[in-house]
């Protein structure tokens, strides 16, 4: 497993460099600008939305001070209208029991002014024990209101005025306003108004103008049970208000819109007040800004991709030149050069590429001149080296050819007159001259060795090496050597020239065995790891190792003229042929043990 | 020297090597009809009946000529170029016999035309036997169209 992770990770790394730099660049700025956006973005859309929310807490928590106030203050107005009628004479008279025609009168005439509009439905008053004394309402309606349930509950103390809970009837919200009438210190009798809660229409083109559009206003009771919207009843907020002070509250509104709300109680009755602004209004600046970031920092990546790209291809296209004329001078064209237009480290390198052409292309002249030069010695002194050999075989043949002519008419013309001794000697002149054309013949060949051409082919080594022998033993008794040839695998040489070999090293095998009563000649192959090695094996007088390093000069004999015919000149012969092949030949041998000639040449790839 | 009736001209330079030729052509006697001349130009003076030889009719013509390779004045690629390239004496078969085993000399001689080249064994025996030979083929084996004069 965590070899899997290092060779992603290294995987990943390569084909990071496999990219160009042209390409390299960009990426890393790109990579670099997009954190460096998403990083700002981020953070300073973190600021604004806290700024946002802020500043909306900042607005809800006033607007909701200031209504609440305005509440208070409309409460406290009813308050005191509430008290002055029971503080009134003849309200006080009427509950005492003084119910003359005009108290009655002045007290059912109060009452009815306390139901300043339609909103206020009922104005009732009780005795002490919760009688009810006069009663006010509009004509011909009904309402479900229970006055005496409030008085039970609240029992209102001496001089106390104090509005009541909201209650929900129907669909209707009504509250209460409670007074005591309290003579000399006790009470006598209550006052109970009731209103229903319905803001008109004016009301609340006002607070919405106040609010804004999307904030919504609620008013209920603080222990939470009825709450409303100035329209209707509605669901009590998923909030538990403290009755002291102002809150902020976050909750989801109606299933899927968030809000963040505020809360205060409203002074002058056990209501509070609550205002919901949605949350995505309050989120709409910090959006905007997001999509600003994103615009703003998606047109700084690609400003900055497109830099890179510049300042990247301005820096790659002077190297990519760099390159392809360093390519065209590896290939062997040294008249390259690289325009330089600039002052900078690309062109110091433009310019120290052209002075290192410059100087190659002229070392390469030189070397060239100088190829030439030595090729036009060499071709002299090959020339030299023809003419002399041309005239060493037309020029010193002549004469040998008189010598051995001349010689063999005076046998032959004065047979009579020369004595056996003469006759000796003419013969010796005769065989001189031959020996030393067949001496003049093999130089040549020799020297002619260096100037040749190879032709280069496959040659059947097996079959070439029979044929020499063959030939070789064709003027020996039959079946007075015994021949092994081994199977040879084909080699890549000039067939002449190897066919030389052979003849030269089976013909040596034949010879320096010949005194051996049982000659036996062994030709194969041994198998070698970078050459194909060939041999020749003899079982006659082999030689002493010690001179074995004499055995490929020219000229170099290790056995007289009288044991063995030759001129010692074929194993140097041999030696030169192989050596052009890029061969090589070595020997093993000992006194009176026989010898072998190991020759070896370069391998073809298409045979093992 | 009878210029009458040549059977052979011989071109060489060695009068040793050109008594050894007429030596061997004596001994089957070959040699009665044969001119022995020392470089190409008189072969050349012979042959178009010029110079010394300005009397010669230019009808009798050799049945073979022996040329040398190596020469003074003009060698026998010279001679064998021009014998070659002339009608009257384009048809007369011409042999080199040289030293030289060259290949390249070979070659040229073979592109100008030439009937047959043999290198001179430096042996007695064998340059015998060569020279025997190569009388024996061409001056009795060999046959020979009639040779009309082109000269009009």
């Known amino acids: 497993m965590a070899m899997n992770v290092t060779a992603a990770a290294r995987k990943k790394i390569l084909f990071f460099r496999v990219l160009s730099i042209q390409q390299r660049l960009p ?16 953070l300073s859309q973190v600021g604004v939305k806290r700024a946002s929310v802020d500043m909306a807490k ?31 004479e003849n309200i006080k008279k009427f509950v005492n029991g003084d119910r003359a025609g005009i108290v009655a009168d002045s007290a059912r005439q109060l009452l009815d002014n306390l139901r300043i509009d339609s909103t206020w439905i009922l104005t009732e008053l009780f005795d002490a024990r919760h009688q009810l004394l006069l009663r006010s309402s509009p ?30 009837i129907g669909d209707s919200i009504y509250y209460p306003i409670i007074a005591a009438v309290t003579d000399k210190g006790n009470v006598t009798g209550y006052l109970a108004r009731w209103r229903l809660q319905a803001a008109t229409l004016k009301a609340i083109a006002q607070v919405s103008l106040l609010l804004g ?9 603080s222990d939470g049970s009825v709450w409303t919207n100035l329209i209707g009843p509605v669901p009590a907020p998923p909030v538990t208000i403290q009755y002291d002070k102002q809150d902020f509250f976050e909750y989801e509104r109606q299933g899927d819109s968030a809000v963040l709300a505020s809360a205060m109680p409203i002074p002058n009755a056990p209501w509070s007040l609550l205002i919901e602004f949605p949350r995505g209004m309050i989120m709409e600046t910090s959006r905007r800004f997001l999509h600003w970031i994103i615009g703003i920092g998606a047109a700084l990546v690609l400003f900055g991709i497109l830099l890179a790209w510049i300042t990247s291809r301005n820096i790659t296209r002077p190297l990519n030149k760099l390159t392809r004329a360093a390519t065209k001078m590896a290939a062997g064209d040294y008249s390259v050069s690289v325009e330089v237009e600039r002052g900078d ?17 002229n070392a390469q002249d030189d070397l060239e001149r100088k190829v030439q030069e030595r090729t036009m010695q060499l071709n002299t002194a090959n020339k030299e080296l023809e003419g002399f050999s041309y005239s060493v075989s037309h020029d010193l043949r002549a004469p040998l050819r008189s010598i051995s002519g001349f010689a063999a008419i005076l046998k032959e013309d004065y047979a009579s007159k020369l004595d056996a001794e003469a006759n000796r000697l003419a013969d010796k002149i005769i065989s001189n001259a031959k020996k030393m054309g067949q001496l003049i013949d093999d130089l040549i060949s020799f020297s002619q060795m260096s100037g040749k051409e190879l032709k280069q082919q496959p040659v059947n080594m097996e079959a070439l090496a029979k044929s020499c022998a063959s030939e070789l033993l064709q003027h020996e008794p039959e079946n007075k050597y015994q021949l092994q040839v081994q199977p040879m695998p084909v080699c890549l040489g000039d067939e002449a020239l190897l066919r030389q070999v052979w003849f030269n090293l089976i013909g040596n095998a034949i010879k320096y065995s010949s005194k051996n009563p049982a000659p036996r000649i062994e030709i194969g192959y041994k198998k070698e790891a970078t050459a194909s090695c060939y041999f020749v094996r003899d079982n006659g007088v082999g030689f002493d190792m010690q001179y074995g390093h004499k055995l490929f000069g020219v000229f170099q004999r290790l056995h007289g003229q009288n044991e063995f015919e030759g001129l010692g000149i074929g194993l140097a012969l041999v030696k030169r042929i192989l050596n052009r092949h890029h061969g090589d030949i070595s020997v093993e041998a000992a006194l009176g043990k026989g010898a072998v000639f190991y020759f070896s040449l370069p391998k073809i790839k298409d045979h093992e | ?39 190409g130009q ?23 000529i022996v040329l040398d390779l190596k020469m003074p004045r ?71 169209p009639e040779l009309n004069d082109g000269e009009s």
């Open chain 1, 139 to 168: 004509p011909g309606k009904t309402t479900k209101v229970n006055s005496r349930e409030i008085l039970s509950a609240v029992n209102p103390a001496p001089h106390s005025c104090q509005i009541g809970k909201l209650l929900r």
């Open chain 2, 42 to 64: 008189q072969a050349l003076d012979f042959l178009f009946a010029e110079g010394m030889f300005s009397g010669r009719k230019l009808m009798e013509r050799p049945k073979l």
């Open chain 1, 345 to 361: 480290e690309l062109g110091k390198l433009a310019r120290a590429f052209n002075a290192m052409t410059v100087r190659v292309k």
């Open chain 2, 1 to 39: 020297m009878n210029n009458q009736e040549v059977e052979i001209l011989l071109v060489e330079d060695s009068q040793d090597d050109a008594e050894l030729v007429i030596r061997a052509l004596r001994k089957i006697n070959l040699a009665n009809k044969l001119i022995h001349l020392e470089d």
């Open chain 2, 74 to 144: 003009v060698d026998g690629i010279e001679t064998l170029k021009r014998i070659k390239s002339d009608e009257r004496t384009r048809l007369i078969p011409v042999v080199m016999m040289t030293s030289s085993a060259e290949e390249k000399d070979m070659l040229i001689s073979y592109q100008l035309g030439i009937n047959s080249y043999v290198v001179k064994p430096v042996g007695f025996e064998n340059f015998v036997k060569a020279v025997t030979g190569l009388g024996i083929y061409w001056l009795l084996v060999n046959t020979l």
């Open chain 1, 27 to 42: 990426l890393l700025i790109c990579v670099l600008l997009l954190c460096m956006a998403v990083a700002l973005g981020w």
């Open chain 1, 58 to 88: 900042e607005r809800l928590g006033s607007l909701t001070a200031q209504l609440s106030y305005l509440f208070g203050q409309s409460g406290s107005l009813v308050l005191s209208a509430t008290s002055a009628t029971v503080d009134n």
């Open chain 1, 213 to 221: 559009t999307n904030a919504t206003l609620y008013v209920g009771n």
